[in-house]
């Protein structure tokens, strides 16, 4: 089964009007692969396979400069900085704090996801960039320029701070002019390819209703929690909190006022909805436990250096969502069915003209570096392929 496709959720959310570089990574999940893309799967799995035999150090990991792969007659390819610039700009901002977490072999397994989702994406803007050139279409720099003053402002409006400075953002997330401006020329390149297609299409009432019947079972909600959090790295303090709650204090005020990490800090705590396979296993132990020690509606543990209080505001049982609760829901689900249905024939279409991708079969990529005996958060090619790519990125700044 064929995971994220990013390209198809950059369509989505462009003719959305959202904000493409920041959230194209989460993708759409295709359900329904042709006998063709197995095939090619199972291809790259048994090339993987022998790959992982001939024990890759970081080392080997391709130069920046290799081409990684190419459509047609040189029509287009991109590089090994293009991919790695790509993977560094779509990678949730805890991706490696999420990694820390995992043993070697499952962090390789998530990056190797990773790589196979930036490389579809690139191949489908490769396709969706020849056919906007082929169709004799143009973006101007001064729309151009309006997109970024457009991203600018979203950006500054979801900070919840008037006075917040956009620029010095995006620089410490590594964003360069540059890039920004090439996100924002794919960006409007996408929107003048698919809105012709994408915008016509509707979805009745009755196809609504027929997709909730047939797929009733994915609507189906286990027990669920709504819960606040805070979380400290001192266990003394973890103490003064719960004592100051038992005293009476806010609980989200309490979090606005202890918590460091900005998200949770702006929410003040709040998380709300969640059921145990959202969380990671330990802490769904700890909170969905009915024997967790605490005080009243709280629990409190421990996990690595993090101590966590938690409160529990309500508690549903698992029950299976009605129609008219989420109508507007599945209204987007079978709209997005539709696209994704009419972006997957587009794809197909430019194979046709233009020719299958052809991937660098000698291609050395961070996951291809063997891990076996390295501990979490030390897998050898990422780190030095980002800092590679950063150091030319920056050079490439230089007058």
């Known amino acids: 089964m064929k995971h994220n496709y990013i390209a198809l959720f950059v369509v989505l959310v462009v003719l959305a009007a959202g904000i493409f570089f ?19 799967e199972a291809s790259q799995n048994e090339n993987n396979t022998n790959k992982d035999t001939q024990n890759y150090s970081a080392d080997d990991v391709s130069d920046p400069e290799t081409i990684v792969c190419t459509i047609g007659d040189n029509l287009y390819s991109f590089t090994m900085n293009d991919f790695i610039g790509e993977m560094y700009r779509i990678m949730p901002q805890d991706f490696e704090q999420t990694m820390s977490q995992l043993s070697a072999p499952d962090q390789k397994i998530q990056r190797k996801q990773l790589e196979d989702d930036v490389m579809n994406f690139l191949i489908e803007t490769g396709y969706v960039t020849l056919y906007f050139k082929d169709s004799g279409l143009e973006i101007s720099d001064d729309e151009i320029r309006v997109e970024i003053e457009k991203t600018k402002t979203s950006i500054q409006q979801q900070s919840g701070q008037p006075d917040f400075d956009v620029d010095a953002y995006l620089g410490e997330l590594g964003v360069t002019e540059e890039m920004l401006r090439k996100d924002m020329h794919n960006q409007l390149m996408f929107q ?47 103490h003064t909190i719960i004592q100051k709650y038992k005293n009476g204090q806010d609980f989200n005020d309490l979090a606005a006022e202890y918590v460091k990490d900005p998200q949770v800090k702006k929410n003040r705590g709040v998380v709300g909805w969640v059921s145990e396979k959202d969380l990671p296993q ?37 029950h299976t969502q009605p129609f008219d609760e989420i109508k507007e829901q599945i209204e987007k689900i079978s709209l997005d069915t539709k696209k994704e249905a009419l972006y997957k024939a587009f794809i197909d279409e430019q194979k046709k003209k233009y020719g299958e991708p052809v991937i660098n079969p000698s291609l050395v990529l961070p996951s291809d570096v063997v891990v076996s005996d390295v501990p979490p958060n030390t897998l050898p090619g990422m780190e030095g392929m980002v800092d ?9 700044q230089e007058p």
């Open 22 to 40: 920041i959230i194209r990574y989460e993708g759409i999940s295709v359900n329904t692969p042709d006998s063709k893309t197995q095939q090619n």
């Open 192 to 238: 003048k390819v698919f809105s012709p297609i994408m915008d016509p299409v509707t979805v009745t009432d009755q196809e609504v209703r027929s997709y909730y019947d047939e797929n009733i079972s994915n609507f189906a909600l286990p027990d669920q929690l709504d819960i606040d959090v805070i979380l400290t790295y001192d266990q003394d303090e973890m």
């Open 282 to 318: 330990e802490m769904a132990l700890h909170i969905f436990n009915e024997e967790e020690y605490g005080e009243g509606d709280i629990v409190f543990f421990t996990i690595e250096t993090v101590h966590y209080i938690v409160r529990k505001k309500d508690f549903r049982e698992a």
């Open 388 to 396: 590679q790519f950063m150091d030319q990125q920056q050079k490439n």
